[in-house]
């Protein structure tokens, strides 16, 4: 079965500079997530996006921006890198559902080191 | 802030039953409990969820309280495979972000 896809895999930058990080979801799936994982963190949401606009905002720098495009994939853009925003950044995705009761699928994650 | 709290980590003999509780005394009545799990690096992975009624999967099975303050994963036959970060999370939809307390590590032990 198809999963979350996420690109590139390892990414390195140097201190101010920019990055950004892609998120696939599960075809027909409409709502993305993402998550950061500092070192032996847990993970801590960032952002979300339901039908291409923003859902849910957590504790995500203003250095940080995302959106989510009609294909229903995301980015995430992250400028001013400091050294601090090394981690594992997730994305995952989820079918909105009546109910409500669904589940998030994660991708493999995209792990970021700035130098 | 995490609305549940685990024990930080719990050893499982390989072949046996992981029990993994969970607390949620603050858990309101439309609240699920859902539980994730992440192997080392890995992302997260959905393992089950429920409301009020027991639920088992090919994974596991809940064990909510009749009060819903607590909760129980288990694990029928752990293999080393199961070593993990085990999340248990309270949540009014499944489409909400999610809270990751500091869950409960498990290691599987041969």
């Known amino acids: 079965a198809a999963g979350v896809i996420q690109s590139p895999r390892h990414l390195i930058k140097e201190k101010r500079e920019t990055a950004t990080l892609k998120c696939y979801p599960i075809?027909?799936?409409?709502?993305v997530y993402w998550y950061q994982q500092g070192p032996g963190q847990d993970p801590q949401f960032l952002i979300s996006?339901?039908?291409?606009?923003?859902?849910d905002k957590g504790s995500i720098p203003d250095r940080f921006s995302a959106q989510q495009f009609s294909d229903y994939h995301s980015e995430l853009n992250m400028s001013s890198l400091e050294l601090g925003d090394s981690a594992l950044y997730f994305c995952?995705?989820?079918?909105?559902?009546?109910?409500?009761?669904?589940?998030?699928?994660f991708g493999p994650g995209t792990r970021l080191t700035v130098l | 802030d995490a609305k549940t709290t685990q024990p930080p980590s719990m050893d499982c003999a390989e072949g046996r039953a992981a029990n993994l509780p969970c607390n949620h005394s603050?858990?309101?009545?439309?609240?699920?409990v859902y539980w994730y799990r992440q192997i080392h690096s890995q992302g997260p992975q959905y393992i089950i969820h429920?409301?009020?009624n027991n639920e088992t999967n090919e994974m596991a099975s809940l064990i909510i309280t009749e009060d819903r303050k607590s909760s129980t994963l288990i694990l029928p036959h752990a293999t080393l495979r199961d070593t993990a970060v085990y999340y248990c999370?309270?949540?009014?939809?499944?489409?909400?972000?999610?809270?990751f307390g500091k869950g409960t590590r498990l290691s599987v032990i041969a």
């Open positions: 999370i309270a949540l009014i939809s499944g489409n909400t972000p999610l809270v």
């Open positions: 603050t858990i309101s009545g439309n609240e699920y």
């Open positions: 075809p027909r799936h409409d709502t």
């Open positions: 995952a995705s989820s079918l909105v559902r009546l109910l409500g009761d669904n589940e998030q699928f």
């Open positions: 429920g409301l009020k």
């Open positions: 996006f339901y039908e291409k606009m923003q859902s």
